[in-house]
């Protein structure tokens, strides 16, 4: 009877074989050696036509990288072109087996080798692999076995952790999450498209450090989307600043540097370079939402130029000197072009995070390189990127009631003060609380 079953599967397996090499590809080397010829990646020189050379593949539990060397007349910006075709070619499946030799590896024969394979196949067919491309002197192929999940939920993270750790999002290797640390990484850009989870994250960022840091963090919180974004967080006591209008955030910004360069004398005084030496635990954190509302290319008047071009100059400032003081900028956009983001602030911000663009040129501009306009039309997708690492992620989300509920402990009524140019009442930064709470320099032992 075993003789008969093991005879069963290993006809089987032969004739499954023998289909995937009629199908003109057996694995996925295969098949991305065939795309690349059918896509146009192969270079032809008179008689002789060259390809991408494999030069190593290796195995993961999450699926497979394969490197290649790219021929001669060939970019990474034309694979990446190809990249749709690419991921499509690679779940094109003719044969109905849908079995590779890896698959049939697998097989344990001293078990239901027919329904090991049933399984098997039941499971590739639902599969549907992603891919990933990335260069650095080799073209980089990572195939992943298991799509990356759509959504991941804040209320299933457990925040346990010390620092200034915020999490990222979950990468598709181990369905990891990682984190990013804005005592090692202190400037952000953010971009994306609206709707793909810009300002999710930017509310993320600000209710995880106020759970983790009440009594340490404060915010200089700029929403030029009308208020729609930053609302929640307006009567909480770790926001010093508030601005709605262009106006408002040169005044909140204004404030922000002059406490940074009083900030710098006092511990140039107590002979301190920085906050880790002066022991203060306190870290302020400017964030824009929209930072393209202060553009003086947008600007209709001279006076509004003139304005956009000194919250620029503020912008700068912060970004050079402060992160030594505990200032830490975040500037996120919607519209990325090539002069919305002040160049030494890009050039001071270490840590992009992008969501899906519209086009090449708007991913380079976040992130200096195209990528983000291949992102999936999935709301909450980015590419993370440092100064050593790139990887997709997929980001948190979080719901307004969460939010609330971590802002509530923490709402403080704060002072008013009547604005000139109407009868329209805003919040003032001043707290009227402690000078801690206020922004005032400490020293601590």
């Given at each position: 009877?075993f003789f008969e079953i093991l005879s069963s599967a290993m006809f089987g397996s032969i004739v499954i074989v023998a289909q995937l090499k009629k199908s003109g590809a057996t694995n996925d080397s295969d098949k991305l050696n065939k795309i690349f010829s059918?896509?146009?990646?192969?270079?032809?020189?008179?008689?002789?036509?060259?390809?991408?050379?494999?030069?190593?593949?290796?195995?993961?539990?999450?699926?497979?990288?394969?490197?290649?060397?790219?021929?001669?007349?060939?970019?990474?910006?034309?694979?990446?072109?190809?990249?749709?075709?690419?991921?499509?070619?690679?779940?094109?499946?003719?044969?109905?087996?849908?079995?590779?030799?890896?698959?049939?590896?697998?097989?344990?024969?001293?078990?239901?080798?027919?329904?090991?394979?049933?399984?098997?196949?039941?499971?590739?067919?639902?599969?549907?692999?992603?891919?990933?491309?990335?260069?650095?002197?080799?073209?980089?192929?990572?195939?992943?076995?298991?799509?990356?999940?759509?959504?991941?939920?804040?209320?299933?993270?457990?925040?346990?952790?010390?620092?200034?750790?915020?999490?990222?999002?979950?990468?598709?290797?181990?369905?990891?999450?990682?984190?990013?640390?804005?005592?090692?990484?202190?400037?952000?850009?953010?971009?994306?498209?609206?709707?793909?989870?810009?300002?999710?994250?930017?509310?993320?960022?600000?209710?995880?450090?106020?759970?983790?840091?009440?009594?340490?963090?404060?915010?200089?919180?700029?929403?030029?989307?009308?208020?729609?974004?930053?609302?929640?967080?307006?009567?909480a006591k770790q926001v010093i600043h508030y601005a709605e209008e262009p106006e408002e955030a040169e005044e909140a910004l204004a404030a922000v540097v002059k406490e940074m360069r009083e900030k710098q004398q006092e511990y140039k005084k107590h002979g301190?370079?920085?906050?880790?030496?002066?022991?203060?635990?306190?870290?302020?954190?400017?964030?824009?939402?929209?930072?393209?509302?202060?553009?003086?290319?947008?600007?209709?008047?001279?006076?509004?130029?003139?304005?956009?071009?000194?919250?620029?100059?503020?912008?700068?400032?912060?970004?050079?000197?402060?992160?030594?003081?505990?200032?830490?900028?975040?500037?996120?956009?919607?519209?990325?072009?090539?002069?919305?983001?002040?160049?030494?602030?890009?050039?001071?911000?270490?840590?992009?995070?992008?969501?899906?663009?519209?086009?090449?040129?708007?991913?380079?501009?976040?992130?200096?390189?195209?990528?983000?306009?291949?992102?999936?039309?999935?709301?909450?997708?980015?590419?993370?990127?440092?100064?050593?690492?790139?990887?997709?992620?997929?980001?948190?989300?979080?719901?307004?009631?969460?939010?609330?509920?971590?802002?509530?402990?923490?709402?403080?009524?704060?002072?008013?003060?009547?604005?000139?140019?109407?009868?329209?009442?805003?919040?003032?930064?001043?707290?009227?609380?402690n000078p801690a709470q206020s922004g005032a320099i400490q020293f601590y032992e």
């Amino acid at each position: 009877m075993f003789f008969e079953i093991l005879s069963s599967a290993m006809f089987g397996s032969i004739v499954i074989v023998a289909q995937l090499k009629k199908s003109g590809a057996t694995n996925d080397s295969d098949k991305l050696n065939k795309i690349f010829s059918l896509t146009g990646l192969n270079v032809q020189d008179k008689k002789k036509t060259y390809t991408a050379q494999i030069l190593k593949k290796k195995v993961y539990s999450w699926g497979t990288e394969y490197c290649y060397r790219i021929p001669l007349g060939r970019s990474f910006e034309d694979y990446q072109a190809k990249f749709n075709h690419i991921q499509d070619g690679l779940n094109n499946r003719k044969t109905a087996f849908n079995l590779s030799l890896d698959d049939l590896k697998t097989l344990d024969f001293r078990s239901n080798i027919i329904q090991q394979i049933r399984d098997l196949l039941t499971k590739n067919k639902a599969a549907k692999k992603e891919i990933e491309l990335s260069y650095d002197g080799t073209l980089k192929v990572m195939v992943y076995n298991t799509p990356m999940p759509t959504m991941v939920s804040y209320t299933d993270i457990t925040l346990t952790w010390d620092g200034w750790k915020v999490p990222v999002g979950q990468i598709r290797e181990g369905n990891t999450l990682i984190f990013h640390d804005f005592e090692k990484v202190p400037h952000m850009v953010v971009g994306g498209a609206t709707r793909y989870g810009k300002s999710n994250f930017l509310n993320m960022l600000i209710t995880t450090l106020i759970i983790l840091q009440p009594d340490n963090v404060r915010f200089t919180l700029i929403d030029l989307k009308g208020g729609v974004e930053f609302h929640s967080f307006l009567n909480a006591k770790q926001v010093i600043h508030y601005a709605e209008e262009p106006e408002e955030a040169e005044e909140a910004l204004a404030a922000v540097v002059k406490e940074m360069r009083e900030k710098q004398q006092e511990y140039k005084k107590h002979g301190v370079k920085n906050a880790q030496e002066a022991n203060d635990p306190v870290r302020h954190f400017i964030i824009i939402d929209e930072v393209g509302e202060l553009n003086p290319a947008e600007a209709v008047t001279k006076e509004e130029r003139a304005l956009k071009e000194r919250c620029q100059t503020f912008m700068s400032q912060v970004a050079r000197l402060g992160a030594g003081l505990g200032y830490r900028q975040i500037l996120a956009t919607q519209y990325p072009t090539g002069d919305v983001i002040p160049r030494q602030c890009k050039q001071n911000s270490d840590a992009k995070l992008c969501f899906r663009v519209q086009n090449g040129t708007a991913s380079r501009v976040v992130l200096d390189e195209t990528g983000a306009e291949l992102l999936p039309e999935i709301k909450g997708r980015a590419i993370y990127q440092t100064a050593d690492k790139r990887q997709i992620v997929q980001t948190p989300m979080i719901e307004t009631k969460t939010i609330n509920q971590a802002v509530k402990p923490h709402i403080i009524i704060k002072a008013r003060k009547e604005k000139n140019n109407g009868n329209r009442n805003q919040q003032s930064g001043e707290t009227g609380a402690n000078p801690a709470q206020s922004g005032a320099i400490q020293f601590y032992e």
